[in-house]
C-alpha cells in the first residue's frame, strides 16, 4: 500500500524571490505539470511550496552551482532557464516548427546542456550561456526520450520508445554508441542513475514497472509493478527513488533497492510530468538507517524504510504507533495505527496498544475484535457476545447487559431470560401449573395439562375447583344426602358433616329401608319410580276403556242405526258405521281422523258421558 506524506496547510507558503543563503540542512523537490514548476522544500522547520507560473514545461533539471532551474518548452518549443536567486527569467534557445523536444540533462561541471528531439530525431549538445548546438547522435534514432548524464565519466544515457523501443549509451561527442537494454519494453519515459554504483534504473508506462540494471547490461531487476500505473519519470537521490505516473498528483518514492513506497500529496496539481530532487548537504558517507552530519539514527520509519538522509525525515511515514516528521513521537492514549490518525475500539478498563490497537483488557459489553470497533450481531450482547437469553417478541436484548426489554418468552425466566422455569411451572412468569392428573407437569409455555385435571378440578389450566354440589373427575358426578347445608369433598364426593335422616355411607348414597334391610339408594328410587309409573299408566288404559265401552252402550240405544266400534289402541280413534249396503268408497273422499298422543291421556279430566258423546263422530249414513 502507497503511504502518503500530505503537505500541511499551515506551512505552504510562497518563497520570496530573493533566496539566501540556506543554514539548515534542506531537501529541495523540484517537479513539471499542468501550466508550471514547483519547488518543495522540507527541513527541521517544515514544508514550503514555491511556484513558477507562466511556462508549459516538459522536462526539467537543475544546476546546482549556480542555482539555474532549466526546462524544454512546449508549443512553442524552447529550453528557458531561472536564476533561482535572482528570480530572473530567460530564454536559452528557440526551435523550428519541426522540433519536439522532451528530455534534458545539465552538466554543471562541462557547463553543458543536453536534450533530445524527437520531432527531428537527435540528440544535441549546447553550452551553457551559448547558443551554438551540435547534434551530437543524429543516426538510429526514432523516439527519443529520456536522457541523464556520468558527469564524472561523461557518458549519456538516454531512452528511445520507437517502434523498437531500447535503453543505450554513448560518450559525450557521440561516439561508443553501445545499447544496454533491447527486450521487455514499452513505453521506457523515465531514466535516472546511482553514479557511485553504476546503476540504471527507469520506469516504463506501458508495462507499469520500475526497472534497474547495471550500466554494463548486467543484474536487471524488476523493483515495482503496479498494473494502471503509467510511471512517467524517475529520479535518484541518495538511496531513494523519486518517480511520477500520469495523472497523478504526488509524487511517489522508494527505496532504491525496492520495497515500502510513499507518496507526497503536492496538493498543488493534478498531473506530475518530470521531477528533480538536491539537497544542500552531501551525506553519501551515512550508511543505510542513518542521515545528518554525524549520521543519527533514523526514527521509526514505515517498514524499516529509510530515512531521507539530509532532513533525517521518513521517506514512506511513520511506523504504527509513531507520528512526526522524523517518526519519533508515540501515539497520544487514544490513538494509535500509522501516523497515529486512528481512534482507539471500545476498549474495556484501558486505552489500546498505540501500534496494534488492541485492547489488552477486552472490549466493553457489546462489541468484539481485536480492536474492539465490531458491535454485536443480533441476539448477542456482553463481552464476546454471548447469545441473548430467550426474549419475548424475538426481540434483541440489551447489547451490554443481556436483558431483555419486553420480558421473557413463555417458559423462561430471569433477568436475561436464560434461565427455564422450574418443574411445574410455566408461562413468561413461571407460575405454578395447575392440578393435573397423574403427576404430568404442565405444559411450560402454555400451562395446559396432557392428561388432564385431577379429581375435583377443571378448567383449561385444572385450577378451578369443582363447584359446590359436584366432585370427581371432571366434576361431573352429583353430591349426594349430605347434611341439610353442607356438601361432599370436592375430590372424594364424601360427606365430611354427615347425612340426611335415612342415608347412610361415606358419600350418603346408601338407604336405610323401614323394615330395616340397607338398599341402595339409587336402585331403590329407580325401583320404586318405576312401578309407581307403571301401575298410574296402567290404570288409566282401564280407565278409559271402560269409560268408552259404555259411552257406546249408551249411543247405540239411542241410535239404533249407528253403532260404535271402539279401537283397542291408545290414543284411539273412533268411527261410526251406517248398518246398509257399502256405498262406493271411490265416490267420496276418504275421512280424516286426528291421533291423540297417548301420554296426553292422563291429563284428561273426568266428564259426564253426555259431554263425552258430544265429541264422538258420527259415520256419515250412506
Known amino acids: 500500500m502507497v503511504g502518503r506524506y500530505p503537505l500541511l496547510c499551515g506551512y505552504i507558503c510562497l518563497l520570496t524571490p530573493v533566496y539566501a543563503k540556506i543554514d539548515k540542512p534542506t531537501l529541495t523537490i523540484l517537479f513539471s505539470g499542468g501550466n508550471g514548476i514547483f519547488k518543495i522544500s522540507m527541513n527541521p522547520a517544515g514544508v514550503s511550496v514555491h511556484v513558477l ?61 543536453f536534450y533530445t528531439d524527437r520531432g527531428n530525431k537527435v540528440i544535441a549538445a549546447l553550452n551553457i550561456n551559448e547558443t551554438n548546438c551540435v547534434n551530437v547522435i543524429n543516426n538510429g534514432l526514432d523516439q527519443p526520450r529520456a536522457i541523464v548524464l556520468h558527469k564524472e565519466n ?50 516504463d508506462a506501458k508495462t507499469y514497472r520500475v526497472e534497474s540494471v547495471s550500466v554494463d547490461g548486467s543484474q536487471r531487476k524488476r523493483l515495482l509493478y503496479q498494473p494502471g500505473y503509467q510511471y512517467l519519470s524517475i529520479f535518484y537521490h541518495e538511496g531513494v527513488l523519486y518517480f511520477t505516473a500520469r495523472n497523478r498528483s504526488g509524487i511517489i518514492f522508494m527505496p532504491s533497492t525496492g520495497g515500502n513506497r510513499g507518496e507526497f500529496g503536492t496538493g498543488i496539481i493534478t498531473n506530475v510530468i518530470d521531477v528533480r530532487v538536491f539537497s544542500n548537504r552531501n551525506y553519501f558517507a551515512c550508511p543505510v538507517g542513518r542521515y545528518g552530519e554525524d549520521c543519527r539514527p533514523c ?3 514505515k517498514g524499516g524504510s529509510v530515512c531521507e538522509k539530509t532532513t533525517g525525515l521518513c521517506m514512506a511515514t511513520c511506523s504504527h504507533g509513531y507520528h512526526g516528521g522524523y517518526c519519533r513521537e508515540a501515539c497520544t492514549s487514544g490513538t494509535h495505527g500509522e501516523n497515529c490518525e486512528s481512534e482507539c475500539g471500545n476498549c474495556a478498563g484501558v486505552a489500546c496498544d498505540p501500534i496494534s490497537g488492541s485492547c489488552p483488557q477486552g472490549c466493553e459489553g457489546g462489541w468484539h475484535g481485536i480492536d474492539c470497533k465490531t458491535g454485536c450481531p443480533a441476539n448477542k450482547y456482553g463481552t464476546g457476545c454471548t447469545a441473548c437469553g430467550l426474549c419475548a417478541g424475538d426481540e434483541d436484548c440489551d447489547k451490554t447487559s443481556g436483558a431483555c426489554p419486553a420480558g421473557c418468552r413463555a417458559g423462561w425466566t430471569g433477568n436475561k431470560c436464560d434461565r427455564p422455569c422450574l418443574p411445574n411451572t410455566y408461562g413468561a412468569s413461571c407460575e405454578p401449573c395447575g392440578q393435573c392428573a397423574g403427576g404430568v407437569p404442565c405444559d411450560k409455555i402454555s400451562g395446559l395439562c396432557s392428561a388432564g385435571c385431577q379429581e375435583g378440578w377443571s378448567g383449561s389450566l385444572c385450577k378451578t375447583p369443582c363447584i359446590p354440589g359436584t366432585h370427581g ?41 323401614e323394615t330395616g334391610a340397607e338398599t341402595n339408594n339409587t336402585s331403590l328410587l329407580i325401583g320404586v319410580n318405576g312401578a309407581s309409573a307403571g301401575g298410574v299408566v296402567l290404570i288409566v288404559i282401564i280407565a278409559i276403556i271402560v269409560a268408552v265401552a259404555v259411552l257406546a252402550r249408551r249411543k247405540q240405544r239411542s241410535r239404533p242405526n249407528v253403532f260404535r266400534a271402539a279401537t283397542d289402541q291408545c290414543p284411539a280413534y273412533l268411527s261410526t258405521i251406517e248398518q246398509a249396503p257399502a ?22 279430566t273426568p266428564q259426564s258421558t253426555e259431554e263425552y258423546d258430544d265429541h264422538l263422530y258420527e259415520s256419515p249414513v250412506f
Open 53 to 113: 507560473k507562466g511556462t508549459v514545461p516538459v522536462s526539467i533539471d537543475y544546476d546546482p552551482i549556480e542555482q539555474k532551474l532549466y526546462w524544454t518548452n512546449a508549443a512553442p518549443e524552447k529550453i528557458k532557464a531561472k536564476d533561482m536567486k535572482e528570480d530572473t527569467e530567460e530564454l536559452i534557445m528557440s526551435f523550428n516548427a519541426s522540433a519536439d523536444l522532451y528530455g534534458i540533462a545539465v552538466d554543471s561541471i562541462a557547463r553543458k546542456i
Open 154 to 203: 561523461r557518458k549519456m544515457y538516454w531512452t528511445d520508445r520507437g517502434a523498437t523501443p531500447y535503453i543505450a549509451s554513448a560518450d559525450y561527442d557521440g561516439a561508443n554508441i553501445r545499447k544496454i537494454v533491447t527486450t521487455g519494453l514499452g513505453w521506457p519515459d523515465g531514466l535516472t542513475i546511482d553514479k557511485k554504483k553504476g546503476i540504471l534504473f527507469w520506469c
Open 583 to 604: 256405498p262406493k268408497f271411490d265416490a267420496y273422499p276418504a275421512p280424516t281422523f286426528e291421533r291423540i298422543p297417548m301420554q296426553h291421556m292422563s291429563n284428561i
Open 299 to 301: 526514527g521509526n520509519c
Open 473 to 513: 373427575a371432571g366434576c361431573l358426578s352429583l353430591c349426594s344426602h349430605c347434611k341439610t347445608g353442607s356438601v361432599c369433598h370436592q375430590v372424594t364426593g364424601q360427606c365430611p358433616e354427615g347425612c340426611q335422616q335415612g342415608w347412610r355411607g361415606a358419600k350418603c348414597d346408601e338407604s336405610v329401608g
